[in-house]
């Protein structure tokens, strides 16, 4: 027999579920809603100290271990407050490496992001071409953004532009955000140190960092 996807043994007055949900690292606070005796939503209010997709999972395995059900993710929501302990800016991503590698004259590009010692990966890939190429650095971020997040795919590519400066060449990343209602334009830009692409991956960053702040 498959296993159920609800609880129908759970009483949604009893505050051992609550009890159970809230000794998650992270999670400040949680409230069950059901209908006939089968969970509909299970919002969850935590702190910036782990992801929502690192709290829904431990959800999930906390409800597996305590009480044998699986729960599916998208009953589940996290709003996610500063409690004085963890700061938004502690969210920033960073850049670990990029590895490109080139077959057939396509190239795929693999960024790696790092935030709490966690890495995160986002591949993309396409033609060769020189502009091309910065595409798919910057698409690339995008996905591992996209891993970090957890959800579906809320920032496009719009454009990226090389500008050429007194101080040397800088990139700039034109992202499209399309979470909420309407669309708006993100801006990032970023110097060449040593790497055109490691340029491309700062100034992708630089345009989501601060929106993730409030997405993360």
Known sequence: MARQSQMKFLDPENPDFEVLINK??????????????????????????????????????????????????????????????????????????IDLSMEDNRLTTTVHLTKGGKEYTGSANGGSSIHNRYRLVAEATLSAVNDFLGIDPIFILSDVLVLA????????????????TGERSLVGS????????????????????RRLDRLS
Not at 47 to 61: A, C, E, G, L, W
Not at 165 to 180: H, L, N, P, Q, R
């Open 165 to 180: 400066t007194a101080s040397g060449k800088a990139f700039t990343v034109v992202i499209t955000d399309i979470a909420g």
């Open 190 to 209: 970023a110097m060449v140190q040593q790497d055109e692409h490691q340029a491309v991956v700062k100034a992708t960053l630089d345009a989501v960092n």
């Open 24 to 97: 998650i690292p992270g999670v400040i606070s949680s409230r069950l809603v059901m209908e006939d005796q089968t969970i509909t939503e299970l919002h969850i209010l935590s702190n910036f100290s782990r992801t929502p997709k690192q709290i829904i999972r431990d959800v999930q395995s906390a409800l597996m271990a305590g009480y044998d059900m699986e729960l599916d993710h998208k009953v589940i929501s996290v709003a996610q407050i500063e409690d004085g302990k963890v700061s938004k800016r502690s969210f920033r991503l960073k850049l670990k490496h």
